[in-house]
């Protein structure tokens, strides 16, 4: 099976930073995509940033240019660093990773989602 712990949430005052990790931990053939999503209180789930297998991102209008998602593959651990934070940032941020495995011998795609972590910014 395979686990996806977060951490790094936080409070922090409007204009301040923070870094979200996720460690994955289990095994593998590939991890193909790894995303980062928030939902606000009575708000949907929303997708905040993607990083795919060879490097590529992409990210929602509203935090482009202050969050970075990035990756060691060495510790198994994405990232997500969240700079100039904004009252509007406040939400549980969820990781989510697909994931290419082995299942009772078989090869697929499979996702697999952190528990959350609160980010509340405010003064």
């Known amino acids: 099976q395979v686990q996806l712990v977060e951490s790094g949430g936080g409070l922090v005052q409007p204009g301040g930073s923070l870094r979200l990790s996720c460690t994955a931990s289990?095994?593998?053939?590939?991890?193909?995509?790894m995303d980062w999503y928030r939902q606000a209180p009575e708000k949907q789930r929303e997708l905040v940033a993607t990083?795919?297998?060879?490097?590529?991102?992409n990210y929602a209008d509203s935090v482009k240019g202050r969050f970075t998602i990035s990756r060691n593959s060495v510790k198994n651990t994405m990232y997500l660093q969240m700079n100039s934070l904004k009252p509007e940032d406040t939400a549980i941020y969820y990781c989510?990773?697909?994931?290419?495995?082995?299942?009772?011998?078989?090869?697929?795609?499979?996702?697999?989602w952190g528990q959350g972590t609160q980010v509340t910014v405010s003064s």
């Open positions: 289990g095994s593998w053939l590939n991890i193909n995509t």
């Open positions: 989510k990773m697909n994931i290419r495995r082995i299942d009772k011998g078989r090869v697929g795609n499979y996702d697999y």
């Open positions: 990083r795919t297998s060879p490097g590529t991102t």
